[in-house]
């Protein structure tokens, strides 16, 4: 059982845009930046998100992250075949004392 | 380029040890906190352990603490995690990750090195 909830599974059609949440509390997400992640298969995990919205250098701005109270969300628009993916949360959790992760979305382009 | 090469993974029985190695180049290693994370066959990612710049704070997740030793040789810019008392759930790949401080996120992954517990 993930600290983090995220959805399963999310999907779109080329062009459209997609939408994964984060639900935490208030010792992670509450209290501490959201930072999001890209798995593609056989792969190490890429930093897409960090400090709930800032990019890093390289990522594309149709990606974009959001923070409300112990909620976040990474929005992907004009969905493309090479987004299809697993995409990870974390926050760091003051009670724990650790970085947690949300359990993972997998993200299907139809 | 900044990279992260990790290595020691392997099988192992269970109650047996093992010694990662995590080798950094292309940054001021001493400068940043660094992290362990590992991801069991087909599940999501765990964070394992979280050592700062100059060792004088760490911390564990809870289903290592008490088996697992994180450490580090700045001098070599490496970064090392021993564990003990090894389990079949203790079976991931397993990361290491550049913290990039203040709980902004871990910015840069290395590929993973695979360890298998089994008998």
């Known amino acids: 059982q993930s600290v983090l909830t995220q959805p399963p599974s999310a999907s779109g059609t080329p062009g459209q845009r997609v939408s994964i949440s984060c639900s935490g509390s208030s010792s992670n997400i509450g209290d501490n930046y959201v930072y999001w992640y890209q798995q593609l298969p056989g792969t190490a995990p890429k930093l897409l998100i960090y400090k709930n919205n800032q990019r890093p250098s390289g990522v594309p701005d149709r990606l974009s992250g959001s923070k409300s109270g112990t909620s976040a969300s990474l929005a992907i628009s004009g969905l493309r075949s090479e987004d299809e993916a697993d995409y990870y949360c974390?926050?760091?959790?003051?009670?724990?004392?650790?970085?947690?992760f949300g359990g993972g979305t997998k993200v299907t382009v139809l | 380029e900044v990279q992260l090469m990790e290595s020691g993974g392997g099988l192992v029985r269970p109650g047996g040890s093992l010694r990662l190695s995590c080798a950094a180049s292309g940054f001021s290693f001493s400068s940043y906190d660094m992290n362990w994370v590992r991801q069991a066959p087909g599940k999501g990612l765990e964070w394992v352990s979280l050592?700062?710049?100059?060792?004088?704070?760490?911390y564990y997740g809870d289903s290592v603490k008490g088996r697992f030793t994180i450490s580090r040789d700045n001098a070599k810019n490496s970064l090392f995690l021993q564990m003990n008392s090894l389990r079949a759930e203790d079976t991931a790949i397993y990361y290491c990750?550049?913290?990039?401080?203040?709980?902004?996120?871990?910015?840069?992954w290395g590929q993973g090195t695979t360890v298998t517990v089994s008998s």
């Open positions: 974390a926050a760091w959790d003051d009670s724990l004392g650790g970085h947690v």
């Open positions: 050592i700062s710049s100059s060792s004088d704070y760490i």
């Open positions: 990750a550049r913290d990039l401080g203040k709980h902004y996120a871990m910015d840069v």
